[in-house]
């Protein structure tokens, strides 16, 4: 089992930074790679970025150039948020897939207002 606890988010202007946390516990010796999603109301669940435990990253076209994702050995992720725009308005899930399980966090709330 892992646990996940995001944090960090909040109500911030267009053009403004955040930054999310997630933490995680437990059988934390399986996770391999880690990610941020989001899911904006009315819309489905989206990836945001990924992060190997390798370094390898991968982002949404979307955040591509304003976001950056990084780790810390395996019990942490960040997703540094800049140039926020009013569509980056989301609840942003952190997510740490072990083999057929999916483990999720419980969402972080970010409003940007335009």
């Known amino acids: 089992q892992v646990q996940l606890v995001e944090s960090g988010g909040g109500l911030v202007q267009a053009g403004g930074s955040l930054k999310l946390s997630c933490a995680a516990s437990?059988?934390?010796?399986?996770?391999?790679?880690m990610g941020w999603y989001r899911q904006a109301p009315g819309r489905q669940r989206e990836l945001v970025a990924t992060i190997t435990t390798g370094g390898s990253t991968k982002y949404a076209e979307s955040v591509k150039g304003r976001f950056t994702i990084s780790r810390n050995a395996k019990d942490a992720v960040y997703l540094q948020m800049n140039i926020l725009k009013f569509e980056d308005t989301a609840v942003y899930y952190c997510n740490a897939p072990v083999g057929p399980y999916a483990y999720w966090g419980q969402g972080t709330q970010v409003t940007v207002s335009s």
């Open positions: 437990g059988s934390i010796f399986s996770i391999n790679a």
